[in-house]
Structures are given as C-alpha cells and as structure tokens.
C-alpha cells in the first residue's frame, strides 16, 4: 500500500469519527515518512481529542508547520492548543495565520474572534464573527458569539437579537440559552432570565453557574426560600463551587442597606465627589448619575451647576426617600429620581440626550461591586456623549499581608470559647471582610503592593487575574490580605480608603486565608489576585 492510500484511508476514517483507526492509520503514514506534515498534524490532533494535555502535542503541531507553514488548517489547530492553555494572544496570531492563508474558513473567523475577546479586544472580535457569519452564514456558535461581543459593547438590543436567533437555530444550544438569560437578568427581565436560566439545567443539569443565576432571580423576585432551597439543594450536588458557596452566603446574609447612614457622614469622600463635579460640570450640563441612595451627590452635581439631573436607583424605597430629601431641599424642578436599573434607561424618554458627566457610586469596601463593569460599559455606550467626564475616572487596589488574630479567629467562624461554632458560620458574609486597620488589631507583615488597576473610562475585561509575589518583611502569623484601594475622581482628586478616619465608612476589606502561616522576614509568597464580575479576590497563596 503506498502512503498516500494510507493516508486516504486515515482521512476516510477521521471523517467517519473512527478516532483508533485513524489515529493508527496515520501513525503507519509516519512510520515510512517521519517528516509527513499532515500525518503529524494529525496524530497531534487526534490524541488531544482523546484526553492528551494541549501542551504535551504543541511542539508537534509546531513541527508540522515548519515542514509546511502554509497549511491554513495547521495554524488553526496551534492556536486552539494556545487557546486552550490560556496564550490568548499567540493564540489569535495563530488563527489571524490560518484566515491569512485561507479565508472562507467561518470556524477559524470564529475562533479568532474568541481569542481577540479574550484579550478584550472587542471591536476586532466583533468584526470576526461577522467575517464568520459572511462566509458561513449557518454557523450558529458565531452567531451567539457576536451576541456576546455587541454586549460587551452596551448593544444590548442587538445582542439580544443575536442570543433569540442562536436558540432559534439551536433550540438545546446550552451557552446561548445561558447568555439570554444574563441579558434578560441585566435588563431587570427577571422572569424571563429565570426561565432561560431552568432550561439550562434542564439541558445539562450539571451546569453550575446557571443553578446560581437561577437563584439570583428567584431572589429578586421575593422568592427567597425557593432561592434558599435550590442553593441548597446545588451546594450539596457541588461543594467545590465557588459560585454556588458565595451566593448560598449572601443568600444567609442579605440585609437591609443600613450602609447609607454611616456613607453620607463620610467627609472625604463627600469632599472628593464634591470637588471633582465643581471642576467637570459645566453650567447647563445635563449630569447623569447612577446609584441614587440618599440623593446626596445628585444634589451636588445640580449645586456644581448641571441644568438637569437625571439619578437612577432601583430600590424603591430608596428611590422614594431620594425624591423627599431632593425635594426638602428645593431641587425637585433639576432632579429626576427614575427608579430603573441603569440598563433600563433610555435616551429621549428618561434621559433627554446623552450626558455630559457621569457620576456613580457603585463602590463597596472591596471598591468593585456586582456586575459594576458591564454597568458602567453600558452607560459609556449608550448613556453618554463620546466625551462626557466620567468620576470617578479611575481606581488602584492595594493590598498587604497581616497578622490579624482576633479577626482571624471569626473568619471563618470555629471553634470558640471550647465549642464547635462552625454552623454559625454560614451566617457571615461571603468573600472579604470589613476591617478597620486603624482600630483592629492588625499588624502588616509586608509592604504594601500593587494589585489590580481599573480605568473606568475605557472598556476593560468582565474578569482578570494574575500572579504576584509578596515577600514577608517580618516575622508572624500570616492570617490573611488586607486590600484597599485609591479612588481616582479627577486629574486633581484622590480619595483613599486606605484613610484612617473614624468617618470612612468602607475603611478597608481582608481576605482570610483557610489555615494561617507562619512567616519569616524574607519568605515570598506566590498570590493570585483577581476580580470577576462578582468581586475582587485573592487565593492560592503559597510558600
């Protein structure tokens, strides 16, 4: 048999989904010819496909396209090996090679469009997946795909479009199902979220992300024991999952927003929003702000001189205290209180046009609240004018080791006073902590250190995370990473959480590590840091 009816036969079985035969096939190709590209491409591909490590084939894949660097198909199979080990970028100049050589290829657009997203290069991912869609017009994950990237851009309407004809196309197509819902969840649909989110565990009961998102709508619908029971019911079917644990955590620990009494006595942030709106509005400016609360900074803003104030908040008790405090104060005629999620909002009904500033208040002690990123992505694409002033502008997160031991002993909840408390537990807030490092007993064992920085004027990720070294300055117990974080309103202003004011009511957040560590000056520690669209966090601390 000549070697190219073995490889005819290696391919006449691939195509046939008969993995062994063609495995073996090609495999007998490159017994007589070890330098046969295709052969080696495909051996390659073919023990991924059955459970070998993306890195262990790369370096033959590689081998086969210095034989033959032209082969479109070669190129594509590097950069899903490079995607599936998270080298996003070498990934995307792989599959930009792959549509270089051949570009009628929809899946290789498609795969491209996916690194390029990843990298949260939108506008190029966008792009992609249309360039998929011309040459494929039936490639339905290409579909959903662009349906992802226009959300990211604030194109809620259109994403919608795209997320109702994936499923149209598709109607067990789990991912587009799944992104309906967070899209309608985000558009404070909240019934039709909860239905896409039981057709994704109907579809695949194991999907755990939606049996959390399930139980966020039932929340929101003053269903809060069926949220409780199904959070339950998920965290007993997955105890690993951190998403399931976290919202089982607040589900417990949800309480009234008591938070605005202590945040309006808050002198230095009042002064650092004050004084960034007298320097950003101008007279007349139409201010849009989100998070109205106590109506507080809105009432700034039209103090600073905007014409009109349009503040959004959907609590409506809080809402209506707003309108009550606005209208004590004389500013009822320039103030509109709208009690909608700002995806709600729409230009020429409750706003008049675009704004000239943009004023929120989402922080939290861990400076990022829920779902904060695609807010505020969402106002900058369809809220305000192309270069509306945007406060705060900006935000660096610190963070540092301490020893904390009274705090430590409380987080999480153990044993105390001789007895097993750990049921108690359950009750505490999820994630980091609240500390006060100017009147708790804590002690920073390294230096302050860098860890995450975010520009609110620009479109950044809905997650991140990287690796950092910390290096212990002294000796002690390592219980855990206080983090705080810089406020950057303006050009000129500058709040810190970091104050130690008796005031501050965010003060600063800890992130307890599970067992405490005993430390040396010099001992380095290898600390991922990151935030999700949920949170910012720190884990897999080590020595």
């Keep these: 048999m000549t070697t190219e009816d073995m490889l005819q036969g290696a391919l006449a079985a691939l195509s046939e989904g008969h993995l062994d035969e063609a495995r073996q096939g090609f495999e007998r190709v490159l017994a007589g010819e070890p330098d046969h590209a295709v052969a080696l491409h495909w051996v390659a591909v073919i023990a991924y496909q059955q459970g070998a490590a993306p890195d262990a084939v790369l370096g033959q894949i590689d081998r086969a396209i210095v034989l033959d660097g032209e082969q479109a198909l070669f190129h594509n199979s590097r950069g899903a090996l490079l995607y599936a080990l998270g080298r996003d970028l070498e990934a995307a100049e792989s599959f930009h090679r ?29 792009n992609c997946y249309r360039q998929a869609l011309a040459v494929t017009p039936g490639l339905i994950s290409a579909i959903n795909n662009l349906g992802v990237a226009l959300k990211r851009r604030g194109r809620l309407d259109k994403a ?16 587009a199902h799944f992104n309906l819902g967070e899209l309608y969840y985000h558009l404070d649909m909240i019934q039709e979220a909860e239905v896409e989110f039981r057709r994704c565990i109907e579809l695949n009961p194991d999907f755990h992300q939606a049996h959390a998102s399930l139980a966020q709508c039932l929340h929101d619908q003053g269903k809060r024991e069926e949220a409780l029971e199904l959070l339950r019911t998920a965290h007993a079917r997955f105890p690993d999952d951190e998403d399931i644990d976290f919202m089982l955590r607040l589900q417990f620990s949800s309480i009234a927003p008591a938070w605005h009494i ?30 109205t609360g106590s109506g507080l900074v809105a009432m700034m803003a039209a103090r600073a001189g905007a014409g009109r104030v349009v503040t959004c908040e959907v609590l409506p008790l809080m809402a209506d205290i ?34 000239d500033v943009f004023v929120s208040e989402l922080i939290n002690i861990g400076m990022l609240s829920p779902n904060m990123i695609p807010v505020l992505q969402h106002a900058r694409e369809t809220l305000l004018k192309p270069d509306a002033k945007i ?3 900006a935000a660096i997160v610190y963070g540092a080791l301490i020893e904390a031991p009274q705090l430590a002993r409380i987080n999480p909840v153990r044993h105390v006073s001789g007895f097993d408390l750990s049921p108690l537990d359950k009750l505490r807030s999820p994630g980091y902590a609240q500390i006060d490092m100017a009147a708790d007993l804590v002690r920073q064992i390294s230096q302050p250190f860098k860890a995450l920085e975010f520009d609110f004027r620009t479109n950044m990720p809905e997650h991140d995370a990287r690796m950092l070294q910390v290096t212990a300055t002294t000796s002690g117990v390592a219980h855990g990473i206080a983090f705080w974080f810089d406020l950057i309103m303006d050009e000129e202003t500058v709040y810190s959480s970091a104050s130690t004011t008796r005031t501050n009511h ?27 669209k949920t949170r910012i966090f720190f884990k897999g601390v080590t020595l």
């Excluded at 792959?98 to 996916?114: K, Y």
């Excluded at 004050?274 to 849009?288: C, E, I, M, P, T």
């Design 322 to 355: 707003a309108r009550e405090v606005i209208d004590k104060n004389g500013l009822s005629e320039r103030i509109t209180v709208v009690t909608k999620k700002s995806t709600q909002l729409q230009v020429g009904t409750d706003l008049p046009e675009r704004a």
């Design 506 to 532: 965010w003060k600063q957040a800890a992130e307890f590590f599970p067992q405490p560590i005993a430390v040396q000056p010099g001992d380095r520690f290898m600390v991922i840091t990151g935030y999700d």
């Design 262 to 291: 202590p945040m309006v006595n808050d002198e230095e942030r009042n002064q650092a929003y004050d004084l960034a709106l007298r320097r950003a509005v101008k007279s007349g400016d139409l201010v849009l702000e989100i998070g």
């Design 98 to 126: 792959s549509v270089q050589l051949s570009d009628q290829d929809g899946a290789v657009w498609n795969n491209l469009g996916n690194a390029l997203l990843r990298l949260n290069r939108i506008d190029e991912a966008e």
């Design 391 to 393: 406060i705060p502008a």
């Design 160 to 175: 919608l479009i795209c997320f109702r004809e994936a499923i149209l196309h598709m109607p067990d197509f789990q991912d």
